[in-house]
């Protein structure tokens, strides 16, 4: 395999920034300087194999996210690798890269990012599949994998979004599914391999496919009935695993944690200290992703998460903790740490931050004590207006919870509280949006000064019971108008709205299909859109464009779906059962719950049995009471 | 007990803006652990004042910063701890305890001395510098953006020599108040053609003493 670029191409990126004086006309340089406290350089002379980790949105964003930071310390702790990272450049820095011919460049040796060898982007959400082709422009390589042919860099993503990697199937030499602790460096140890045996680029992906969690897509043959449905997916090779099963980190005590996190100098969108105090949630809400692409819930130990917070905090200097997982107040241990830590951080004048938490199991008495004073925000998330329709999403929350919430928090003094709710959900009637609006009347007649409510469109995903549902769109404008008239009446409600037309197109790459790589290609290459979940940016219309120019529609994948059509995410498998997928879409419209396996029995949905894990817990058999 | 600081911010250190340097403190002196006074209140802060910093691409020698500290410590370890902590391109040059009595730096920092490089193209070296020379010596009108003032008030005693390749020009200007003016309006106004490389260095940071005898702060820092 032959190694693209030229070396005298490293170094000049700098020069030319300096000559050029290009970072005195842009926006908040320091998103490209690099040189943070806690980054890391490496020789690129002193190893086999360079990594660039790209994660395709702006700096602020790219730095605060978790798992790019995790992979980044796991790769350059290697002896044989180094990671670096890049991001995407803001429209005013792009056009002064592409106006001196400045490639993308990674931010700790302003190499370009075309002269590594592997390339990993990290992608959070659909709407930026254009950004992330949009930088394999700026690189210069070409986009599409079949028409890179022999030549390093390799291309690889991952990230929650590919529980459906079909829309950016044409793109990628790999696509990781799953927890990319292990599998990373199994697949760098093969580019190692390669390089020092000078193998093809095809020996690398046959190697890689062996990989649990590793899915070669170029391996993988897609035929289409004549209508919009998918005929088979077929793979090349016997070797191909029918179903590509995702990668799983079976416990997290086992794997190491970035300590020395990089502390940015741009103001992060999470400019905090971290720790994973566990990964997966199995609440089993039936809209959530997350909740089947991460399973089974994996906690980390407290005594351990004591002694990480620490050093954490000591060698970064952050003034703030976040402690993260997908509902940070169901870690079995939460007090007990929170009791732990407290007297060193309140001591080193710190605060923590518990981002998500669900309102049965938030404990009023734990957010009191590690809140000293600092009175933000509240936040709560109630997802839908009635009893019925939270029943069948799987909320398993009551009215009578939510009320218990919001008046106790009014007692011990926050003023402001925002509400998380979903419209367009299935089975939704007109009497579930008069719910929101009466819970709101009711929430701002407690007396709160501001409440802030978030309402966002539910978008059908991949590996989730609605991964069938039709995605409303037409009706998502009429229910808007209803909340925005209802806001002008109440002065203390701040009502935001999402965009129907980009949860349109994040709907359509959620499900989408294979074809739908030539679509962002287009969008990419011959409109030059990019950073759609920019509202100021996003262009629908050119989307509708590029739809067109392909030959293919929106309804064509807003779609309901029939239980046993072939989805385009089939092949792939997050260890779920498909037939539990089923149940639950089938069950759901009659509003029964089903409850977390943490506290009650099995609910069967396969992925212990599959991947050969197990719930990790801190306490176990502990009852969650009722905290209130 | 009150701990000034003159610090440079160098090399991509340039780019950074007053907000990022006052963040970047922050965090620097929690992991040197120094224990250092916080604000009162809901929101505790690190008390930190800045005199005077520089905008955003310009490089400096001169940038002063104030901060108090709980216990006395040697200051040369004060110093060399902080440095060891902090990202290259901000480096801690002096640092000096400073007398109860005495003003806190910001209110200090009237005059800043400053030196502009520029690489001169080809034959146009010499009438450059004339012309320069010449607008000086004329005493023109420049803006600073509250009016137009004579050069000889907001840039004071301006030199200009040649020295290989490139110009250099080195003045005194105040960083605040009416007569003040902004490098880069200076650089503007004396740039003939567009998008040469200007590299700027603010040197010095001055008080101004009886008669306007420019008085360095780093004296303050020696006081205790």
């Known amino acids: ?628 | 007990m009150r701990i000034g600081i003159r610090f440079a911010k160098t090399g991509f250190g340039v780019y950074l803006s007053h907000l990022e340097i006052m963040r970047l403190f922050a965090r620097a002196l929690r992991r040197a652990d120094i224990e250092v006074k916080y604000s009162q209140g809901f929101n505790p802060r690190i008390k930190m004042i800045f005199s005077t910093p520089s905008p955003v691409g310009l490089a400096s020698v001169a940038e002063y910063a104030e901060f108090e500290v709980l216990d006395e410590e040697d200051i040369e370890d004060v110093k060399n701890k902080i440095n060891a902590v902090l990202p290259v391109g901000v480096r801690i040059l002096n640092a000096g305890y400073i007398d109860k009595g005495i003003s806190n730096l910001m209110e200090c920092a009237r005059i800043s001395e400053y030196l502009l490089i520029r690489k001169v193209n080809f034959d146009a070296d010499e009438a450059l510098l004339a012309t320069i020379k010449g607008k000086y010596e004329r005493d023109e009108k420049i803006s600073n953006g509250k009016g137009f003032f004579g050069l000889r008030t907001l840039i004071q005693d301006l030199s200009v020599e040649k020295k290989g390749d490139k110009i250099f020009l080195h003045y005194f200007s105040h960083v605040k108040g009416k007569n003040a003016i902004r490098y880069d309006d200076v650089i503007r106004y004396f740039s003939a053609e567009k998008g040469i490389l200007t590299m700027a260095f603010r040197l010095n940071t001055f008080d101004i003493g009886k008669d306007e005898i420019k008085i360095n702060l780093n004296e303050y820092l020696r006081r205790c």
Not at chain 1, 24 to 34: A, F, L
Not at chain 1, 51 to 61: G, K, M, N, Q, S
């Open chain 1, 1 to 628: 395999m032959r190694i693209s670029p030229l070396k005298s191409d490293i170094g000049k990126v700098v020069k030319t920034l300096l000559n050029k004086d290009i970072l005195k006309t842009v926006e908040r340089p320091s998103r490209y300087i690099g040189e943070e406290w806690n980054s890391i350089k490496k020789d690129r002379n002193k190893v086999k194999v360079l990594v660039a980790l790209i994660f395709p949105d702006v700096y602020e964003v790219g730095i605060s996210h978790l798992g790019l930071r995790i992979l980044y310390h796991i790769i350059n702790s290697l002896d044989f690798a180094l990671a670096e990272r890049a991001y995407s450049p803001w429209i005013d820095m792009e056009s002064q890269m592409e106006k001196y011919d400045i490639p993308l460049f990674t931010v700790e040796s302003k190499s370009p990012v075309s002269s590594f060898d592997l390339i990993g982007f990290s992608l959070q959400s659909e709407l930026l599949y254009t950004n992330m082709v949009n930088c394999l422009r700026l690189s210069g390589i070409e986009p599409y994998t079949s028409d890179r042919k022999d030549t390093f860099p390799l291309v690889i993503a991952g990230g929650p979004t590919t529980a459906n990697p079909e829309p950016i199937a044409d793109f990628m030499d790999a696509i990781v599914i799953g927890d990319g602790e292990e599998v990373i460096v199994d697949m760098i140890k093969v580019i190692k391999e390669a390089k020092e045996n000078e193998l093809s680029k095809d020996y690398i992906l046959k190697k890689w496919a062996e990989i649990q969690g590793v899915y070669i897509p170029s391996f993988y043959h897609v035929e289409y009935l004549e209508t919009d449905r998918i005929k088979a997916v077929i793979p090349r090779y016997s070797f191909c695993p029918s179903k590509v099963k995702k990668a799983v980190v079976r416990d997290l005590n086992e794997q190491p944690f970035p300590i020395k996190q990089i502390v940015p100098y741009a103001p992060a969108v999470h400019d905090r200290a971290v720790v994973e105090v566990f990964r997966g949630c199995n609440r089993g809400c039936r809209f959530c992703q997350a909740g089947t692409f991460y399973r089974p819930v994996r906690e980390r130990n407290k005594d351990s998460l004591v002694e990480m917070i620490k050093d954490i905090l000591k060698s970064t200097g952050y003034e703030e903790v976040g402690l993260l997982s997908l509902n940070t107040s169901d870690y079995t241990s939460l007090s007990d740490l929170t009791k732990e830590i407290l007297p060193y951080l309140r001591k080193k004048h710190i605060s923590v931050s518990i981002p998500s938490s669900r309102i049965d199991s938030f404990d009023f008495n734990v957010n009191e004590s590690i809140d000293s004073g600092r009175r933000t925000a509240l936040t709560l998330a109630p997802e839908a207006g009635t009893q019925r329709l939270r029943n069948i999403i799987n909320k398993g929350i009551t009215e009578e919870e939510i009320k218990i919430a919001l008046r106790k928090a009014y007692e011990m003094g926050w003023q402001r509280i925002k509400l998380y709710f979903m419209i367009g959900l299935p089975y939704e009637e007109e009497k579930d949006i008069d719910g929101i609006l009466s819970l709101l009347d009711w929430a701002s007649s407690l007396g709160f000064r501001k409440i802030n409510v978030s309402i966002s469109n539910f978008i059908p995903k991949a590996w989730t019971p609605f991964q069938f549902v039709r995605q409303k769109v037409e009706e998502i404008y009429g229910i808007q108008k209803r909340l925005k008239a209802f806001s002008r009446t109440n002065r203390r409600l701040h009502i935001s709205l999402s965009s129907p037309q980009r949860s349109l197109i994040e709907g359509i790459l959620s499900r989408g299909d294979r074809r739908l790589s030539r679509v962002i290609y287009t969008m990419v290459y011959k409109k030059n859109e990019r950073f759609d979940d920019c509202p100021d940016l996003f262009s629908f219309s050119r989307w509708q464009e590029a739809m067109n120019e392909n030959g293919l529609s929106f309804t064509m994948y807003t779609r309901e779906r029939d239980v046993n059509e072939i989805l385009p995410w089939d092949h792939i498998s997050l260890g779920i059962d498909k037939e539990y997928i089923k149940r639950e879409y089938n069950i759901s419209k009659t509003g029964i719950l089903t409850p977390d396996c943490r506290w009650n029995q099995c609910c069967d949905c396969g992925v212990c049995m599959d991947l050969n894990v197990r719930n990790v817990l801190c306490k176990i058999g502990e009852q969650h009471e009722d905290r209130h």
